[in-house]
């Protein structure tokens, strides 16, 4: 069965400084590979999400994800954050049936 | 479209009581699943649905009873309610038959 690591719980992070979370995946082939954003009180909107092709995603709100087959991993990035990035971020994966196992989930905070 | 809605937003129940959690989706999508959201655990499927009259088990389904009787509305029955139960409920709708999920804001439910 598939299943999604965040190592990391918990990030603080100045504004205007980079950001990346990592997510490690497991499952034999390929996988459809998502982010979510939950904002505090919210539900999750979707971030990104990777099927095939350029393993280089582009998503909304300024974040990016690569996927890296040899690794299992699918690194979300930003380059400089703002407040407004504080959220909880799930990483997900959906292997052949329509379903999605999450990550645990890591909880971004910003400085300022 | 209003997209994923999701009545009660908060609900408390005394154990041993049962209720139901109504999920509604206006974009015609096929595919419903539910989720339970807990601290450090990421979101857990409890059921899913892949169109009118046709659900099956998730991850965590026991104490939970669902239906599908049309595209739109999709259920979540606590037969029994425990504190075990104490969460965030989220509906989701997948586009097409894609992994891509939209999700309800949520209810929180509270069993003493």
């Known amino acids: 069965a598939q299943s999604v690591t965040q190592p990391d719980i918990h990030i603080t992070v100045s504004e205007g400084a980079s950001l990346e979370l990592r997510c490690n995946y497991s499952y034999g082939a390929t996988p459809y590979l998502f982010w979510y954003v939950q904002s505090p009180g919210q539900g999750l909107q979707l971030l990104l999400k990777?099927?095939?092709?350029?393993?280089l995603v582009q998503g909304i709100k300024g974040f990016e994800a690569e996927f890296k087959r040899s690794q299992s991993s699918f690194n979300l990035r930003k380059p400089s954050v703002h407040w407004s990035d504080a959220a909880e971020y799930f990483c997900a994966v959906g292997a052949g049936d329509y379903k999605l196992s999450f990550g645990a989930g890591t909880t971004v905070t910003v400085r300022a | 479209n209003a997209g994923v809605t999701q009545t009660p937003k908060f609900q408390v129940l005394k154990t041993g009581q049962s209720m139901t959690l109504q999920c509604a989706q206006d974009?015609?999508?096929?595919?419903m699943s539910w989720y339970r959201q807990d601290p450090g655990m990421g979101l857990r499927l409890i059921h899913y649905?892949?169109?009118?009259?046709?659900?099956d088990q998730g991850e965590v389904p026991n104490g939970y009873n669902v239906s599908r009787s049309t595209t739109e509305d999709f259920p979540l029955r606590l037969l029994s309610a425990a504190p075990s139960q104490t969460s965030v409920y989220f509906c989701?709708?997948?586009?097409?038959?894609?992994?891509?999920?939209?999700f309800g804001p949520g209810t929180r439910l509270t069993v003493t």
């Open positions: 974009m015609n999508h096929e595919y």
């Open positions: 990777y099927f095939s092709g350029d393993t």
């Open positions: 649905s892949v169109g009118a009259g046709i659900t």
């Open positions: 989701a709708s997948t586009r097409g038959y894609t992994y891509e999920q939209y």
